[in-house]
């Protein structure tokens, strides 16, 4: 890089304040993707901005993050340490991940490749964190076999949700209209067993096996309600068109 580019570049705060005045609508986001994820991610957006990293190396620092946190889940096995770390990196790892687009804004930098590239790692992070769980719980607690069952169908439906969101708004998008959702913090608190930064810090519970499994198969629970209902709304909303 040289003397004049980096000059030209705008700041950490003249970024950070870019993104402060262009934020998205929080309408039907989970509360903590709304309140706390979201504004992590503006301040890693900004650092990396002003670093001259690129989205996609963004996105790439995410897939990372997220990798060495499951890793550490199967390989250590239940402790303290280690359901901490894998938390922390999986929390980190989505931080990341809603950081990278926020730097293609910042940067004028958006793509098809770069948003190709950001979904591609998110359908393979999710249903993984789901298998990585069955694995884990075969490997150090057999005694729970239970769960990675529970674990298997959580990643089956997540691919299935996941998909069912990407493909309902790109259908409505190519109709003309306009995806819409309910607001309001009521709202927000109301899918906070469906956040995915909730579900990150869930890993931490993974240091007592018996607890993690309770909280785990109480999230799948919700979550499969939650996606049955979105499914059908969505299917409705598509034949109506």
């Known amino acids: ?93 989505y931080v990341f991940d809603s950081a990278d687009g926020q730097v293609a804004r910042l940067t004028g930098t958006s793509s098809a490749a770069g948003e190709w590239l950001d979904h591609v790692i998110d359908a393979i992070r999710t249903p993984t964190m789901h298998l990585v769980v069955a694995v884990a719980v075969v490997i150090h607690r057999p005694d729970l076999g239970w769960l990675a069952v529970v674990a298997l169908i959580f990643a089956v439906m997540s691919v299935g949700q996941f998909m069912s969101q990407i493909l309902a708004e790109q259908l409505v998008r190519n109709s003309g209209g306009e995806a819409t959702e309910a607001t309001g913090i009521r709202k927000s608190l109301m899918l906070l067993p469906t956040d995915t930064g909730v579900l990150c810090w869930s890993f931490a519970l993974w240091v007592v096996p018996p607890v993690f499994a309770v909280v785990y198969a109480a999230l799948f629970a919700v979550n499969l309600v939650h996606t049955a209902a979105s499914m059908r709304r969505k299917y409705r909303k598509l034949t109506a068109r």
């Open 1 to 93: 890089m040289t003397d004049a580019a980096a000059q030209v570049r705008p700041g950490f705060g003249a970024y950070l304040s870019d993104l402060n005045r262009a934020q998205k609508s929080g309408a039907g986001v989970p509360a903590y993707t709304r309140w706390i994820n979201r504004r992590l991610a503006r301040g890693v957006a900004a650092s990396a901005a002003a670093l001259g990293l690129s989205p996609n190396a963004v996105s790439m620092i995410s897939a990372m993050l997220s990798a060495i946190g499951l890793a550490i889940m199967v390989v250590a096995g239940p402790s303290w340490w280690s359901a901490l770390i894998t938390a922390a990196l999986l929390a980190a790892g």
